[in-house]
């Protein structure tokens, strides 16, 4: 398994920036994509953007395009969400997560095995 730690989730301002980071430790070499999903309360768990752990291939929802961007670091075995230009809908408890084998449904959150803590984003408006 996989372990992941998110943070750098808080409080911002609607327009304002926020960089979430994720890192892996454990059985790191059989990841073959990292994925961050979000849930508001009473709200369903949601797709937010995923990347190949080794490709770099890049997949977002299309409420995010063109504000956020993920990335990842292999050498700190890291994966990152850039948010810019945050709305008040952006507002959830943010989870990466680690998926296994290259037959995954990216937005899915059933193709992913290993889930982090959650960290929350608050967007005030």
């Known amino acids: 398994q996989v372990q992941l730690v998110e943070s750098g989730g808080g409080l911002v301002q609607a327009g304002g920036s926020l960089r979430l980071s994720c890192a892996a430790s454990g059985r790191t070499a059989s990841t073959y994509a990292m994925g961050w999903f979000r849930q508001a309360p009473g709200k369903e768990r949601e797709f937010v953007a995923a990347i190949t752990w080794s490709g770099g291939r890049l997949y977002y929802a299309d409420s995010v395009k063109g504000r956020f961007t993920i990335s990842r670091d292999n050498a700190k075995n890291t994966v990152y969400l850039q948010m810019n230009s945050l709305k008040p809908e952006d507002t959830a408890v943010y989870y990466c997560?680690?998926?296994?084998?290259?037959?995954?449904?990216?937005?899915?959150?059933?193709?992913?095995?290993?889930w982090g803590q959650g960290t929350q984003v608050t967007v005030s408006s």
């Open positions: 997560a680690a998926a296994h084998g290259p037959r995954v449904v990216y937005s899915y959150s059933g193709s992913y095995s290993d």
